[in-house]
């Protein structure tokens, strides 16, 4: 008999088809667990103060309303989803020029002195930011960037190089050495191998520290607490922190707030969840 015929490959067809129940109901149970706050906020957004306090908290709403989300708007949301926006742009682009130019050094280079680099860039990850807020401030003061959206773009950034650069090592680490050689061979110098052939087989590692970054810098809070003061300069995390100070007792519309500000978070995430799962495994199977 074949070693290839269709009697050989039963046992297997039949480990595919064999359930896991306990596995699934353990799946449905997280889910739940993840969705029902999601939905207690998303139609708790949808009521009235009063329907707040009067109704079931997981009924759907009889009358929902948009007068919540009106509420936010109508406080300068327009002006700290710009700030976010900025800071989330201008903080990711940075990050990712360092750590791609880092990450090819790392990986192309041939001195004792890049290794060191890579493990600088590695005892980054063991500092905690809290433990540095005090010394951030200081040097921000004193290049007197303080109350200023540089002042937040800066330290986001630079605590956010160093798993960008292990990320990226890993994955340029997986690029054959034949193709490099075979640009060298043409003639290509670091630069040209760096934009022709690092940059389009990296696209995958870049979306996903993209992402990755720009979802930690969004979500920010420490940094924007301490590094700004004014109303101009605030983020998306302030505002909600501050707008649930002033409306604590109107929870429907701090939960507005709160949709409001994850919307472009999730649609980040959706546009590049594929990317993200891939990249984030890129280089650590071997």
Avoid at 92 to 113: D, E, K, N, P, Q
Avoid at 222 to 235: A, C, K, M, N, W
């Amino acid at each position: 008999m074949s070693a290839h015929s269709p009697t050989s490959h039963a046992p297997a067809a039949r480990r595919l088809r064999r359930g896991n129940p306990l596995g699934a109901l353990g799946g449905l149970l997280w889910l739940l667990v993840v969705l029902v706050p999601v939905y207690w906020v998303l139609v708790t957004s949808l009521r009235s103060r009063e329907g707040f306090f009067d109704a079931n908290p997981l009924a759907v709403p009889s009358s929902p309303t948009l007068e919540n989300y009106r509420l936010v708007l109508d406080h300068d949301f327009g002006r700290y989803l710009l700030n976010s926006a900025l800071v989330t742009a201008g903080a990711t682009l940075l990050v990712l020029a360092v750590s791609f130019l880092a990450a090819y050094a790392i990986v192309r280079g041939t001195g004792r002195l890049l290794r060191w680099t890579f493990s600088l860039f590695l005892l980054g990850l063991a500092i905690p930011l809290q433990a540095t807020i005090i010394p951030v401030y200081y040097l921000i003061a004193k290049a007197q960037m303080y109350d200023t959206l540089a002042a937040v773009i800066l330290p986001s950034a630079a605590f956010a190089i160093p798993l960008t650069v292990l990320i990226l090592v890993n994955f340029l680490r997986d690029v054959p050495d034949e193709l490099f050689e075979s640009m060298r061979a043409d003639g290509a110098g670091h630069w040209r191998m760096l934009w022709s052939l690092a940059l389009p087989l990296s696209r995958p590692a870049l979306i996903t520290v993209t992402l990755y970054d720009a979802l930690n810098v969004w979500n920010g809070f420490l940094f924007p607490l301490i590094l700004t003061q004014s109303p101009d300069q605030r983020v998306l995390p302030l505002f909600v922190w501050s707008f649930q100070g002033e409306f604590t007792i109107n929870v429907p519309a701090v939960l507005a707030a709160v949709v409001l500000s994850t919307l472009p978070v999730l649609a980040l995430y959706a546009v590049g969840r594929r990317q993200l799962i891939s990249g984030l495994t890129a280089g650590f199977g071997k």
